[in-house]
């Protein structure tokens, strides 16, 4: 099993405004818990050491998870969503780390995505992929023999990003100059052939990046 995993929870949620207009979004209430707690939740009863990041009002986050046993809130306010890889002390960790946004709503097999990532030889990057849901954007994953060619918002493909992914730290500090972007990431492993993307699809998957998003959340549980 993996031993880390970070959820990512910096951004401010402008696009779920009113409800976060004193809270960041990982403070969004979703069946009566806070987003971040969801993840929080469903990561600790398969992985041991728990990080996250803060950005806008990391204090309130950090305050919230500080009873969850998370092993580590890291602050990466205005340095970008791919910051921590290249600085201590997660880019001298040579093992997978499962990532997540704070927005996932999802349900992962974790054994089984463990075992095809060690059958796709343990790659730097690993995306996991879910089918494309109505009126929810995502950047389609356009790969050949699980190696990503290319991601595209507007040449759809059968699957795309669910913000989802596995990586190694000090791998990708091998491979790539630093960056604070993971888009910036993906283009310098693709032009590498070092983005790879998963055959195992989450048996539950949703985001929830806008208000729009919510309520379609809310239809399909009622």
């Known amino acids: 099993?993996?031993?880390?995993?970070?959820?990512?929870a910096a951004g401010r949620g402008i696009r779920l405004m009113p409800l976060t207009k004193?809270?960041?979004?990982?403070?969004?209430?979703?069946q009566n818990q806070t987003l971040i707690l969801n993840g929080i939740k469903k990561l600790k009863k398969y992985i041991k050491n728990i990080h996250i990041t803060v950005g806008y009002k990391?204090?309130?986050?950090?305050?919230?998870?500080?009873?969850?046993?998370?092993?580590?809130?890291?602050?990466?306010?205005?340095?970008?969503n791919s910051w921590w890889i290249f600085n201590f002390?997660?880019?001298?960790?040579?093992?997978?780390?499962?990532?997540?946004t704070c927005d996932n709503i999802t349900n992962i097999?974790?054994?089984?995505?463990?075992?095809?990532?060690?059958?796709?030889?343990?790659?730097?990057?690993?995306?996991?992929?879910?089918?494309p849901i109505k009126k929810l954007d995502g950047d389609y994953i356009h790969s050949k023999k699980n190696i990503v060619k290319k991601l595209s918002r507007k040449n759809k493909s059968d699957i795309y990003c669910s913000g989802i992914q596995i990586i190694n730290p000090y791998q990708i500090n091998k491979l790539v100059n630093k960056t604070k972007d993971f888009n910036a990431l993906w283009n310098q492993l693709i032009k590498k052939n070092k983005l790879y993307v998963s055959d195992i699809i989450p048996k539950q998957w949703?985001?929830?990046?806008?208000?729009?998003?919510l309520n379609i959340f809310k239809k399909n549980l009622s």
């Open 89 to 100: 002390p997660f880019n001298l960790l040579n093992e997978p780390i499962v990532v997540l």
């Open 22 to 30: 004193n809270i960041p979004k990982a403070l969004v209430k979703v």
């Open 58 to 80: 990391g204090s309130l986050i950090a305050k919230h998870v500080i009873s969850h046993d998370v092993s580590s809130v890291i602050n990466t306010n205005k340095k970008g």
């Open 1 to 8: 099993m993996f031993n880390h995993a970070i959820i990512l």
């Open 206 to 213: 949703f985001t929830i990046d806008k208000i729009e998003h």
């Open 109 to 131: 097999d974790f054994k089984l995505l463990k075992k095809d990532y060690i059958q796709k030889k343990s790659p730097p990057c690993f995306l996991i992929p879910v089918k």
